[in-house]
């Protein structure tokens, strides 16, 4: 079935530093969604992509899409302690349903 | 506000014991899933249903069962054939277009322990 690998698990920056998290499927997706998640919370939608190359800012954070549509990136600039939490890629197909990638958590010293 | 419910926050299950974590809906969203989230782990399918009265397993359906009699509502239980339930779970709804998911609404979830 459907592979999402999103990579890598952890990672620990100062505050400032530039964090980037990597997403890539086994197979072609019709569009990619991310999503934060807290400690402690619960899935919080960022946004999707669903054209092939497609980059969409908000503030300091740039997502892509690939050409091929297999792979995507969350690319944060000058990271802040508000920052941390774990992101998580979700692939989605023409089958109904979105496969997730296993986050990457984020920790942000001050 | 509009949003989804899940309740109850925490809950307590007995070996043998079936329990039913509830989840309701005000977004009037067409889709509605269910999912398992272990520490340190992404989010795994259980069940999900697009319509009322229809519903097809995930990745990880067995032991668990759900019906969807109203759209607004997606109930799970977690019987006793799942054998490693402590885990949480989160429920979740989008809109569909064109067959398309447009991102999902989590609710809050419900922190699930086997005592």
């Known amino acids: 079935g459907q592979q999402v690998m999103q990579i890598p698990q952890y990672q620990h920056v100062q505050e400032g530093e530039d964090f980037t998290t990597y997403c890539n499927s086994s197979t072609t997706l019709s569009n990619i969604q991310w999503y934060k998640q807290r400690p402690g919370g619960h899935p919080v939608f960022l946004i999707q992509l669903v054209k092939s190359g497609e980059v969409k800012k908000q503030k300091r954070l740039t997502f892509q899409f690939g050409e091929a549509k297999k792979n995507s990136s969350l690319h944060i600039t000058a990271t802040q302690t508000t920052d941390v939490g774990t992101y998580f890629c979700?692939?989605?197909?023409?089958?109904?349903?979105?496969?997730f990638g296993d986050g990457t958590t984020l920790t942000v010293k001050p | 506000d509009g949003g989804i419910t899940q309740s109850p926050k925490y809950l307590f299950r007995k070996e043998g014991q079936n329990v039913t974590l509830s989840c309701e809906q005000n977004l009037n969203h067409d889709a509605m899933y269910w999912y398992r989230q272990d520490p340190g782990q992404g989010l795994r399918l259980i069940y999900y249903s697009q319509i009322v009265n229809d519903f097809q397993k995930g990745d990880i359906a067995e032991g668990y069962s759900v019906s969807r009699e109203k759209k607004e509502s997606f109930p799970l239980t977690v019987t006793s054939a799942q054998k490693n339930p402590t885990a949480f779970y989160l429920c979740?709804?989008?809109?569909?277009?064109?067959?398309?998911?447009?991102?999902?609404?989590f609710g809050s979830g419900t922190r699930l322990t086997v005592v």
């Open positions: 979740a709804s989008s809109i569909l277009t064109g067959g398309l998911n447009y991102g999902y609404t």
């Open positions: 979700a692939g989605y197909t023409n089958a109904g349903k979105s496969t």
